[in-house]
């Protein structure tokens, strides 16, 4: 069914890298808007990036530009998100998620990949 | 950035009772197409959010008839005509009128 499996969650040191990888599948994923939403665990959802489809636009949020760049492997189905200069408060289960087309939504969502910053 | 805000930030409800959050936007979400650009989610314990409501008032394939979205330009309500016990979470709105989406801070829904 259609699905998206995060993964590349782990601990790492503040200043640290790491690259968050989101597997698509059952859908087409060459035509599809992809998110990072990203949860502190016990709070709300905060959005961290987006790609349009062929990768021509992308925005961030103001909390992560210049850190995290979002990117795609349309022949992968696969949707990254490199994070440098992690921080603490970068601590979070961060999500991927497809935007619905047309429906300007967030239709599909994955399981979640926990990133710990931490000395 | 469009800010967005709910209120409350907890509902009790009873089961069998009607339940209503509100949601608010720094500016209007209604787009040239005529459309609102607000949707919901509900995030249930320890799942990923799933979508309930896109485009203020559009049930998502297989959500219950029990919800409903309504409002337009700064103001939109999700209502929950008959609060079942499976309903409890947080919900959460969020503009898609931006690339830079924003959510509001989310509402705890409990049982009494």
């Known amino acids: 069914q259609v699905q998206l499996v995060e993964s590349g969650g782990g601990v790492v040191q503040p200043g640290g890298s790491l690259r968050l990888s989101c597997a698509a599948s059952d859908f087409t994923f060459s035509t599809a808007f992809m998110h990072w939403v990203r949860q502190v665990p016990g709070k709300g959802l905060e959005w961290v990036a987006v790609?349009?489809?062929?990768?021509?636009?992308?925005y961030y949020a103001d909390s992560v530009k210049g850190r995290f760049t979002i990117s795609r492997d349309t022949s992968k189905n696969t949707l990254f998100l490199q994070m440098n200069s992690l921080r603490v408060d970068d601590t979070a289960v961060y999500y991927c998620?497809?935007?619905?087309?047309?429906?300007?939504?967030?239709?599909?969502w994955g399981q979640g990949t926990l990133v710990t910053v931490s000395s | 950035d469009i800010v967005m805000t709910q209120s409350p930030l907890s509902l009790p409800v009873t089961p069998g009772e009607p339940a209503s959050i509100s949601c608010g936007s720094s500016?209007?979400?209604?787009?040239?197409?005529?459309?609102?650009?607000l949707d919901w989610y509900v995030q249930k314990p320890g799942q990923s959010p799933q979508l309930l409501i896109y485009l203020g008032s559009n049930r998502a394939s297989g959500v219950p008839d029990r919800f409903s979205g309504s409002g337009s330009g700064t103001d939109f309500t999700l209502k929950i005509s008959s609060v079942e016990a499976e309903d409890v979470g947080v919900y959460y709105c969020m503009q898609a009128l931006q690339a830079r989406i924003s959510f509001g801070q989310g509402t705890r829904l409990e049982i009494k």
């Open positions: 998620a497809r935007e619905g087309t047309g429906i300007h939504a967030l239709d599909v």
């Open positions: 500016q209007s979400l209604l787009y040239s197409d005529g459309n609102n650009y």
């Open positions: 790609i349009r489809h062929d990768g021509s636009s992308i």
